[in-house]
Every structure is written in C-alpha cells, then in structure tokens.
C-alpha cells in the first residue's frame, strides 16, 4: 500500500480562512504553534531574518532542510532586518492587517525596540499578541534564555523519565516545544474567536514553554503535596498501574502493555494462563500489584518471552488483551493502519520530488484542513505581503537592495 502521496489544493476552503497571523516567532514551539493555524487555513506569514530566515532551516539531514520543509508548510515567507532603519514603522504599518502577531524573543526585546503591546496594541487595538518564552513575561526567570530543554529538566519530567539507578532522561525530542505549540494555537482560536464573536479587543497571550509541559505530568502537585512523596523512575513501569512495561519477545522485538483495570489485569492473567494470580493478596488490587510490580513484570514477561513479537501480538489482540508492539520509525511507516488511515502522507516537493510528513491532525468531518502550499523560500511572499501595507513596488525593491528586507 504504501505511504499515500497527496498533492496540494492553493483554492481549497478551510475553517481558519481569513485569520492572518504575522509570525516572528523561531524555532520549534512558535512553528508548531502556526502549523496547526496555517494547516486549518489562517494565512501565517512568517518574518524571517533576511538570508539567513528561521532557524529551523539550518537543522539539516542529508544537507536538506526537513525540519523546515514539515513544520513550514502551508505558511508563506517575507524578510525583515529588525534592525534596520525604518524597521519598527514598516510593521507599524503592516500590523493593521493582521489579526495575530506572533514573537519568540529574548524578555524585553520587543520593548527595547518600542514595539510593546501598548505600542501594538494602539496600532491594532483587535490583535492577539502571542508570547513565546520558556519562562512566561513574569517571575524571576523571565530573563532566562527559554529552550525546551531547560524546562523538561526543572518540570520534573526528565526526574521522572528513566530507571531508578540511572540518569535522569530528557526526552528525545522538542516536547516542551511542541506542547506549547499546541497550547498555544488553541488559546489563538479562543483569543480570536472573542474578538470576531463578543465584541472583545485584542490581548496579550503568555505562553511558557515550562507550565506548558507541567500540565502534562498529571496530578505531581497533588500526590506529593498529600503524600509527601516524590515519584521514582521506573523506567516503562508506572507507580499508578500494574502490569504496565515492556516485555521482551524471543526475537528481539518489544510489546509494551497496560493493563490499567482490574477486568483487564484479570484478562490478561488469563492469556499468559494464571488466572488463579488475581486471588493471591500480592495481586489482587491494582494497589497491591502496583507494590509489587516487579513480580508483576517477571511472570507476564516470562510468558511474551516464549513468544515472537508477531505471535504475541496476534494471541493478546485475540484474547482482548491491551497489547501493542514497541516500533521503530521504519516499523511505523510499514504497519497498515499507519498507511491505510494516512497518517503518514507524501507531498509535491521541488528539491526531492515527495517529502514525507505527518498528516493534519485533528481530523474534522465537515471542515477538514487542507494542505494548500510548500514550506516557502525564504522572503518568497515579500511582494504580496509588503504591497499590503501600502509599500510600492520600488519601495520594495529599495528595501531589498539595501538589506532592509
């Protein structure tokens, strides 16, 4: 079946048309946070430093952009050097016709180069200005340079991702970065949505990259604030259910398992033929199984590891068991509800014929998004964009001799 090659639709109507978002943001939250905008139909324009453009077009596979190519498309490109002169009243002028603006800057930068909200905002009373920052606009760390990483280490995420007799792990990709961007583009629609539907003005929204992923860990400030404990690595286990790891199979392979209720717990005892387990005291809750999880993962991994990983997964999705194997990218890509549902599509790409990427997600029945452009060459949309804000043709060609744009 194959990965499904889907070509792109520039005239195809989507929920979002007519929001316009002005995006200085850089790197992966801000991108993650216009992608699901522009995806859905808003018009995201993204400024880029002339020449050089947003940072994610320099991390390179193969000598190929692919971080831009996925998290660029659907938007289109112009250049700004901030720091030029008449900078500050070009997006003076070009504000007005845009309902988000969005920044990822150092604390402060916007307003040491008199572009506050108030500044913004007098411009554009109705926008919503997007902040991006590890930190969020207040308290002591502010100032702080904002990468995921520093915040999926004090989140308490990477304290505990892990084994106990090891190092802490942070994860292996930009997740703080991403949940943000996620966050982020919800509170967009709302902060929009009051404007277009209350009657509401434009405001500023703080997005930190560090509450962000908070939010995710689940009840943490509950449990230790009750408890008095601190959770403990436990690697693929989990200090809330039992079984729930990974387990070897007898040629190599993984198959993680959750067995997060009792009729599943008692399901599974089942399977692996010990169903008298769920009468003994040591298993019969899931708060004793969660004592004993060692136990717990020695027997269930005795049984998988008699069996290949194909031969587990077909006998446990027989017998109803919550079982999945532990795929690698490539084993991802093959598997045919991966290909049969899309998940994964190729698109039109001028340097490499198809690029793959993920799909558009959430998947709508009546107002899907679409995919309408390619991630744009950067300052590729100069002439539309600038000419909106009154800029003449010559004008813009002025700017782009002396390095303005």
Known sequence: MGIHSVPFEPDAPCPLDGVKVLDFSRLVAGNMLSLQLADFGAEVVKVEVPGSGDTLRHWRNNGVDLHWKVYGRNKKS?????????????????????????ESFRYGYLERIGLGPDVLMEANPNLVLVRVSGFGQTGPYRTRPGFGTLVEAMSGFAANNGFEDREPVLPPLAMADMIAGLYGAMATVIAVRNVEMNGGRGQVIDLSLLESIFSTLGPEAAVHTVTGRVRRRVGSGSESSSPRNVYATSDGGWVAISASTQRMTERLFEAIGSPELVHEARFATNADRVEHRAEVDAIVGAFIARHTLADAIAYFEEKGVTAAPVYNIGQFLEDPHVQERGIVVNLPDAELGEVATHNITPRLSGTPGRFRRPAPRIGEHNEEIWSRAGFSAEEIREFSARGTI
């Not at 112009?78 to 969005?102: S, W």
């Open 78 to 102: 112009i250049t700004l050097n901030l720091k030029a002169e008449g900078a500050r009243e070009m997006i003076l002028k070009l504000l007005p016709h845009f309902d988000v603006m969005m």
